[in-house]
């Protein structure tokens, strides 16, 4: 496996956390911040290989006719469309 070095700057609390955990692990500090990093770039690709393998058959049709199933009622209070993007929608 090649290795590639990477100066990191952390937060001293996000550092001594770190830390605290690697040694509770039994490893060290760079092992620890290492495979923190792989778990959360795996976490990304794997979820990013999930949404797109559930929008691969998306079509615009087919979200008109959900949408059509949606009951037709008033808009909570909260969730309606800012002004803002209300104007560009139309």
Same mark, same amino acid.
């Given at each position: ?46 979820? *990013?290989? %999930? +949404?797109? =393998?559930? @929008? ?5 049709? $087919?979200? *008109?006719? %959900? +949408?059509? =199933?949606? @009951? ?5 209070? $909260? ?12």
């Amino acid at each position: 496996m090649s290795k590639a070095t990477y100066p990191l700057k952390l937060p001293a609390s996000v550092k001594d956390a770190a830390a605290r955990l690697a040694k509770s692990d039994g490893v060290s500090l760079n092992q620890w911040i290492a495979s923190a990093v792989a778990q959360k770039v795996g976490a990304v690709e794997t979820a *990013a290989e %999930f +949404l797109r =393998t559930r @929008a691969a058959g998306a079509t615009e049709s $087919g979200l *008109a006719a %959900f +949408l059509e =199933t949606v @009951a037709s009622r008033p808009v909570d209070t $909260g969730d309606e469309i800012p002004e803002q993007l209300r104007r560009r929608v139309k």
